[in-house]
Structures are given as C-alpha cells and as structure tokens.
C-alpha cells in the first residue's frame, strides 16, 4: 500500500482480555517498529524488527507484550491480560533507505 | 541515554505570524533528525528529515536547521495559516534504530 495501515482503528476490551494490534507496513520497508503514546507525551519505543527478527525489543513494558512479523511484512502485537494502563496510542512505523521513519495512524486501545 | 526537549510546549500566534519551534538533545553522536505533525487523534506526518551531514532542509513553508555540536534544532514556520494548528514533534536516533521523541509543542494559529 501506498502508506503504513494499522488495524483496528478503535479497541475497547474489558481488563483481562488479550488484543491483537496489526500493522501493515510500506511495501519493501524492513525496518518496522512499535511505539506507544500517552496523552500529552511523545511516542515511545516498544519493540524494532528487521525483517522477521526482532532486532530490539528493549521497550517492551513487560511479559505481556509479545510482537510478531513471522514473513517479515505485516506485524502483529498482542498484549495479554490488560491493565487499564495500557490504555494509550499503539503506533506503527516504518523506515524507508534514507532512515526517513513513516507512521501508521495509530490504534486508538482502551481498557476498560 | 538520550533525551528530547521541546520548546515551547505550547504556542498561539495570530495567522500571518512568522514562528520558531525548539528542540535539544542530549547526544550529539546522531546520524539524522526528524521533525513530525501530529493532529488530535491522528498518527505522525513526516515534515522533513535532516541528516547529519545537512545543516537545514526545506520543505515549502517550513524550515528546519540541526546543529549537532550544540544539541539544537529548530523549525521554522514562515506566515503561518489555521491549518498549520498541530502538534510538532521533533526525534531522534536513540541506540539501535529506535527514535527518541519530545513532548512535542503544540501549536494554534488563530484566524
């Protein structure tokens, strides 16, 4: 596609649930990244993939984050039994030859 | 560790009003720096990308100028317009590719 996309747009899940955020990234980008953002605050890293590795995922804020790109394209990050504090922005990004990162428009997550 | 600041963390001008938006790091030892648009409930824009080798970039309106010796960047917004209302976020590498954000500043231009 001609941008990143990030699906769903929304998700609101009860505490406890487990969520899957997608992202699909620019054709031929094979850096990809999870950030999230607080409101008020600049996005945060979370975890980097080059191609199906990933490459860090220093960021991630505990064990039930996990983040996967198993054909080094499209990547999910799923977030077991969620907490009300991981209410926030999810964003996707990629990175193009030139180091220039290019944003999804986010997952809006709320845990209620 | 490197860290991001910017300032101011909120500016109003009045349309027409030529303006500069600030950011530091704490750094120097980067390859590249960023400036984004953010809008309410919206993802980044990328707005332009200054490599270390650049001292500035331009991208119609916008300028932005990196100083790597001094930490500092700025952007430069030239006769500002109500859409030009956002938050602009600066970043820059952090160790292992990943970016390292400020707050932001967020901007209103009033008609």
């Known amino acids: 596609g001609a941008g990143v996309s990030q699906t769903p747009s929304n998700k609101v899940t009860e505490k406890g649930k487990y969520v899957e955020l997608r992202c699909d990234p620019i054709?031929?980008?094979?850096?990809l990244y999870w950030y999230r953002q607080s409101l008020g605050q600049g996005p945060e890293f979370l975890i980097y993939?080059?191609?199906?590795?990933?490459?860090?995922d220093s960021g991630l804020p505990n064990d039930r984050f996990f983040a996967v790109r198993p054909e080094g394209s499209v990547s999910t990050l799923k977030i077991q039994r969620t907490e009300r504090g991981d209410s926030a922005v999810y964003l996707c990004?990629?990175?193009?030859?030139?180091?220039?990162?290019?944003f999804g428009q986010g997952t809006r997550l709320t845990v209620v | 560790k490197q860290e991001v600041t910017q300032i101011p963390a909120a500016l109003s001008v009045p349309e027409g009003e030529n303006l500069v938006l600030n950011c530091s790091f704490t750094?120097?030892?980067?390859?590249?720096l960023q400036w984004f648009r953010q809008d309410p409930g919206k993802g980044l824009t990328s707005l332009l990308l200054?490599?270390?080798?650049?001292r500035e970039q331009t991208s119609g309106r916008l300028n932005a100028s990196l100083d790597k010796s001094s930490g500092r960047s700025t952007l430069y917004i030239a006769a500002s317009q109500p859409g030009d209302s956002a938050t602009y976020l600066c970043?820059?590498?952090?160790?292992?590719?990943?970016?390292?954000f400020g707050k932001g500043t967020k901007l209103t231009v009033n008609p």
């Open positions: 993939f080059q191609g199906t590795g990933a490459a860090d």
């Open positions: 990004a990629t990175r193009s030859p030139n180091t220039e990162a290019f």
């Open positions: 970043a820059v590498p952090g160790g292992s590719e990943k970016l390292v």
């Open positions: 200054i490599q270390s080798s650049q």
């Open positions: 750094d120097s030892a980067i390859y590249n």
């Open positions: 054709s031929g980008h094979t850096a």
